[in-house]
Nanobody, 122 residues
């Protein structure tokens, strides 16, 4: 059974930072690309960032604008999303996904976590 478990979400003031983690089990982590997506109420799930299997290349959505960083530790089976300079518009449930390619498309990801809530307050 594959499990992806996100953690690190919470309430933060605008301008603050959070670091999300996604711990994977039940799969050979180093053979999967990992992605971060988010979903705000009433909106579709949208791409945030992704990282290739070996961590050598990352991709980001345009709205990240250098504020977020995706990284991974294949020894710990964990992928991270460091978020800085958070704004109210970053409020959403954040999900990690595991797939064969680092993609902005949700249908490229085979496994998903349950999500972690990030709320940014003014």
């Amino acid at each position: 059974q594959v499990d992806l478990v996100e953690s690190g979400g919470g309430l933060v003031q605008a301008g603050g930072s959070l670091r999300l983690s996604c711990s994977a089990s039940g799969l050979t982590f180093s053979t999967y690309a990992m992605g971060w997506f988010r979903q705000a109420p009433g909106q579709e799930r949208e791409f945030v960032g992704a990282i290739r299997k070996d961590g050598g290349v990352t991709y980001y959505a345009h709205f990240v604008q250098g504020r977020f960083t995706v990284s991974r530790d294949n020894d710990q089976n964990t992928v991270y999303l460091q978020m800085n300079s958070l704004t109210l518009e970053d409020t959403a449930v954040y999900y990690c996904g595991a797939g064969f390619v680092a993609s902005a498309r949700t249908d490229e990801y085979r496994y998903w976590g349950q999500g972690t809530q990030v709320t940014v307050s003014s």
